[in-house]
């Protein structure tokens, strides 16, 4: 079931709409639901902790919780909280071996949309790379 929002829109009687085009884009518009799990997501993704895990997952491949940690400069109980949030939305994905817990980005979406934003920030010199 779409949850599309019908807000009505005021338009001022001069103002140029093309009619067509603004009925394309809200009938392929994600629907609330999904704006909202998004919204969610990448709000994890605002807390540089998490992006240092994201982007050592992302060069380190699977790690385990220790690793992770020294990696980053984050204590365990940092990185495992860090991580457990990142697994409930699916970001990344864990494999148990014993006592130890291995993780890795959930999939290739999440590898691209991380590798992807790290180039755009490289790219428009924001890193001072």
């Known amino acids: 079931m779409n949850n599309r929002?019908?807000?009505?829109?005021?338009?001022?009687?001069?103002?140029?709409?093309?009619?067509?085009?603004?009925?394309h884009v809200r009938s392929v518009m994600p629907d609330d639901d999904l704006v909202g799990d998004l919204s969610e997501v990448f709000g994890l993704l605002a807390d540089p902790g998490r992006l240092r895990l994201l982007a050592a997952l992302l060069e380190g491949g699977e790690m385990c919780v220790c690793d992770l940690a020294a990696a980053t400069g984050q204590s365990m109980s940092a990185a495992s909280h860090a991580l457990r949030l990142l697994r409930s939305h699916r970001v990344v994905k864990v494999r148990r071996a014993g006592r130890m817990a291995y993780y890795?980005?959930?999939?290739?979406?999440?590898?691209?949309?991380?590798?992807?934003?790290?180039?755009?920030?490289?790219?428009?010199?924001?890193?001072?790379?």
């Open 5 to 23: 929002s019908n807000v009505a829109v005021a338009i001022a009687p001069d103002a140029c709409v093309d009619a067509e085009r603004v009925a």
């Open 104 to 129: 890795q980005l959930a999939d290739s979406h999440v590898r691209l949309l991380f590798d992807l934003a790290i180039t755009h920030m490289r790219h428009d010199g924001k890193t001072g790379e």
